[in-house]
Nanobody, 128 residues
Framework: QLQLVESGGDLVQTGGSLRLSCTAS??????????IGWFRQAPGKERGGISC????????YYEDSGEGRFTISRDNAKNTVYLQMNSLRPNDTAMYYC???????????????????WGQGTPVTVAM
C-alpha cells in the first residue's frame, strides 16, 4: 500500500517562500509509476487542486494553481515531489495535501476526485 508523508509547512510572512515535500513509500509498490498531486484546503473552504506531476514529468495545473507562483517538481531517486511556493499571501493559508494515482499513467488525473491515496497534510500559515 502506498503511503504519503508531507512536510515543510510553516508560518511565514507575506511575500515569503516555502518548499513542501511529499515523500512516497510502499512495500512492493512501484512508486515511480504514480502521478503525485498537491492540493490545499483553507478553513471553511472546499479543497482545491494546485498541480500534479506524472512519472514522466508531465505537469497538469488544476483550478487553484497559485497563479504562476507555485512550481511542482519531482525527484524519483528520492520518491519525493516538491511544491515550491513563492510570493506567499495570507490567502494561501491552508492545509496542504499530496495525493497519488497510478491509473492515469503516464499522465495526471483530471481532478482531485480521481486520486486514491492521500497524505495527512502539512499546515501553511502566511502572516500579514
Amino acid at each position: 500500500q502506498l503511503q504519503l508523508v508531507e512536510s515543510g509547512g510553516d508560518l511565514v510572512q507575506t511575500g515569503g517562500s516555502l518548499r513542501l515535500s511529499c515523500t512516497a513509500s510502499g512495500l512492493g509498490v512501484d512508486v515511480e509509476s504514480y502521478a503525485i498531486g498537491w492540493f490545499r484546503q483553507a478553513p471553511g473552504k472546499e479543497r482545491g487542486g494546485i498541480s500534479c506531476i506524472s512519472s514522466r514529468n508531465y505537469v497538469k495545473y488544476y483550478e487553484d494553481s497559485g497563479e504562476g507562483r507555485f512550481t511542482i517538481s519531482r525527484d524519483n531517486a528520492k520518491n519525493t515531489v516538491y511544491l515550491q511556493m513563492n510570493s506567499l499571501r495570507p490567502n494561501d493559508t491552508a492545509m496542504y495535501y499530496c495525493a497519488a494515482d497510478p491509473i492515469y499513467y503516464p499522465y495526471c488525473p483530471p481532478s482531485g476526485g480521481f486520486f486514491g491515496s492521500w497524505g495527512q497534510g502539512t499546515p501553511v500559515t502566511v502572516a500579514m
